[in-house]
């Protein structure tokens, strides 16, 4: 055969040959959209909801106290390629997160940016102080309580909102994310009605908790706060508001302190002891003890600790 008609066909069966190696290989995925969210329990519900399509992170983890997280320069970098900021909002994350912002040069996820999305906008706010707020009153929330998500209600609206905006940014996506979304609350209905259950005995007792940050959850559970082991929020208990504690207990019958594992019991072991109080250590978020890598798992564990301290 002539060179010249060889080069045609050995062309023709390279193309063939190639094609075939091509479908035998798994199509390569689209980008993922990067989500970076402040906590843990957002970026449980970014997952949930964003799926294959979404690469999440969070700025801190489940063990830390989402107040106070080390504004490591290596987050901005974190930021400086987010495709969506979410963070919980009220202030929560006022001491760490927007200069990290700043540093991310990321001006689509300044607050309002189309980027951004602040979990705080998707719920009811509690808690919102009234009259003038100032350092004497301790660390108020201006706008309200940020810790909503121990109310799965208020978390699978968050999980909407956060669909939305995927689907906005990936429209491309929007029927996945919309699925995701409903296999999320075909799960944690159930799982609500479970947990109601649970806490059903419960309901109407009194708790102290270390913080305000369980308003949402009684507000879901129907359990009731006594107060807090801080005589004002972020402020430490001095002897004489402890034994004020223990009075108040033994009249009104508390006999639970709710506690989330990053605060120190020392203060909440007091009152316990003298006022014959059982002291629940609970998870502060997802992923901060093991076996609580999801939403879900997290509230299993949470509704758990907190009915059988109440048995």
């Known amino acids: 055969m002539n060179p010249a008609t060889k080069l045609p066909s050995l062309l023709r069966l390279a193309a ?15 980008a993922a959209v990067k989500v970076v969210t402040t906590t843990e329990g957002l970026a449980a519900l970014a997952k949930d909801v964003g799926g294959k399509r979404a690469d999440v992170e969070s700025l801190s983890r489940g063990v830390q106290d989402p107040h106070f997280v080390d504004a490591n320069p290596m987050l901005a970098v974190k930021l400086r390629n987010a495709d969506l900021l979410v963070d919980v909002g009220l202030e929560l994350e006022i001491g760490w997160l927007p200069p990290l912002v700043n540093q991310s040069r990321n001006a689509d996820i300044q607050p309002g940016g189309k980027r951004r999305l602040t979990a705080a906008s998707a719920v009811t706010v509690l808690d919102v102080p ?14 309200g309580n940020p810790h909503f998500l121990t109310d799965p209600r208020r978390a699978l609206q968050v999980a909407a909102a956060i669909a939305d905006r ?33 806490l059903a005995p419960a309901k109407g007792r009194k708790i102290f908790t270390q913080h305000r940050t369980f308003t949402y ?5 129907g359990i009731v706060s006594a107060g807090e082991i801080e005589p004002r929020p972020g402020v430490p208990a001095p002897p004489s508001y402890l034994a004020e504690l223990v009075g108040r207990a033994q009249r009104e019958g508390v006999k639970a302190i ?44 949470l509704v758990s600790r907190v009915a059988g301290a109440l048995r």
């Open 258 to 301: 709710v506690v989330e594992d990053y605060y120190d019991t020392k203060s909440a072991e007091v009152v316990a002891r003298h006022a014959g109080a059982t002291l629940a250590r609970i998870p502060g978020d997802v992923g901060a003890e093991p076996g609580t890598p999801t939403y879900e798992k997290y509230m299993d564990m």
């Open 130 to 143: 009234t009259g003038p707020v100032d350092r004497s009153r301790g660390d108020l929330h201006p706008a």
């Open 166 to 198: 995927l689907a906005a940014l990936d429209p491309g996506g929007a029927a996945d994310y919309r699925q995701n979304l409903s296999a999320l609350r075909s799960r944690l209905e159930p799982a609500m009605a479970r947990w109601q259950a649970q």
């Open 16 to 30: 063939v040959g190639g094609a075939a190696l091509l479908a035998a290989l798994p199509l390569r995925a689209a």
């Open 217 to 221: 959850f009684l507000d879901w559970s």
